[in-house]
């Protein structure tokens, strides 16, 4: 309150008013510009999101508690305290509203957030007891900063151990990286409470695609975006599409810059998404393998002194064999890769989603990042040329 003039005889009501608005102001774009940009992640890392969102809070009374050591920038720290609260807001709200959904187990959102709001009823009552004897107990400004940490270290571990006893069922970005880890180095796929334990609640950390396969995987890809990316020629195009004509998805790699767009058309299901990430993966292990490169999964299973085949050992024998027969095709598309991973695919996914299917996990639903754009392509080789000899994609 002093930040905005309170108790100053020099302030002026319009000087005050000017720093609430900007103080306001700053919170409100804030929460548009996370909620664009993050928005689409909040349901697939609601954990991570949930713990960000409780570290960020405390970070931002933190600031709040420097600002009379910092009066003469009282309006910036005021306008980024903010800005960090209403982050705090919308990665919150979102975050419980999906925990909500995933704790109502049997269809009983109204009751589980009854619950929830009375919980947290509790909780701030007896804060609000532990604050009335801290002041009864300590003199004003004694013990401010000790008091804080020590609380602030509560609050950050209490909420740490909540989000790790999570028990997700659907399958995000990570945990289905995890599942693949799993399944390509040793054939098995994990039970939920395994991987939920592994998976990691802190934002930007966590087993991603490129530690998975080496490459960057973009689900519902624009195929503008694709195609310019790899800097295909219309002959690579019609060389993908028809490589791909029985799957649900078409992949476009970018060698040199080290991503795999996944396009994917109207009406995609989850086992379409899941699949084309599985192809993804192992397009992208297959790759690296021609090319001599080491990944996690390829050296969990150097490490595995157990000779049992697994999938990755399938997949490096049809590498080195469809290697030797010397297939052609562009320098921007490694068709000896693509071959080998459509090989191992066909064989191992129909496996991989029966198994993970009775390890409990939700084939009917997903929390995947996938894009918005969807895609229309046709088989080049059923299109009929018209009399002067082009089809009607060259005209």
């Given amino acids: 309150m002093k930040g905005v003039g309170v108790g100053d005889t020099a302030a002026t009501p319009f000087a005050a008013a000017i720093t609430w608005i900007l103080k306001d102001g700053t919170g409100m774009a804030g929460r548009i510009i996370f909620a664009w940009i993050e928005g689409t992640r909040l349901d697939g890392d609601c954990k991570k999101w949930r713990l960000f969102a409780d570290a960020l809070n405390d970070s931002a009374m933190a600031l709040e508690l420097l600002l009379p050591m910092f009066m003469e920038y009282s309006t910036y720290i005021l306008c980024i305290s903010t800005g960090m609260k209403s982050v705090v807001g919308v990665a919150g709200g979102a975050t419980r509203a999906a925990i909500t959904q995933h704790q109502a187990i049997r269809n009983n959102m109204a009751d589980v957030s009854a619950k929830d709001g009375s919980q947290e009823t509790f909780v701030n009552l007896c804060a609000s007891i532990v604050g009335i004897i801290i002041l009864a107990t300590f003199d004003e400004g004694e013990f401010v900063w000790q008091l804080f940490t020590f609380f602030t270290i509560i ?26 880890l799993t399944f390509l180095s040793a054939e098995t796929v ?7 334990n592994h998976e990691s609640v802190i934002v930007g950390t966590g087993l991603s695609d490129k530690d998975l396969c080496g490459f960057k995987i973009i689900l519902g890809a624009s195929l503008q975006n694709a195609v310019e990316g790899a ?22 790699m970018d060698v040199r810059g080290r991503k795999i767009y996944a396009c994917l ?44 085949t697994c999938p990755l050992s399938r997949l490096q024998t049809a590498v080195i064999r469809i290697t030797g027969t010397k297939q052609g095709g562009s320098m921007r598309i490694p068709i000896e890769a693509m071959i080998a991973a459509d090989e191992v695919v066909s064989k191992e996914f129909p496996a991989f989603m029966e198994a993970t299917g009775k390890q409990g996990w939700s084939i009917d639903s997903h929390h995947i990042t996938v894009d918005e754009w969807r895609g229309v392509w046709s088989n080049f080789s059923k299109i009929e040329t018209s009399e002067d000899g082009e089809t009607p994609d060259e005209k």
């Fill in 190 to 196: 994990s039970s939920p409470e395994i991987v939920n």
């Fill in 265 to 308: 058309p109207q009406g995609e299901k989850t086992v379409d998404v899941v699949q084309s990430y599985f192809h993804a993966v192992t397009l992208g292990i297959a790759t690296c393998i021609s090319s001599g490169r080491d990944l996690v999964v390829i050296n969990k299973v150097k490490s595995r002194p157990s000779t049992k």
């Fill in 155 to 180: 609050h950050l571990f209490a909420n740490y151990k909540a989000v790790r006893s999570l028990k997700m069922v659907t399958l995000n970005n990570e945990r289905l990286n995890l599942l693949l």
């Fill in 231 to 252: 800097k295909l020629s219309s002959e690579d195009i019609k060389l993908l599409i028809n490589f791909y004509r029985s799957k649900r998805y078409l992949l476009i």
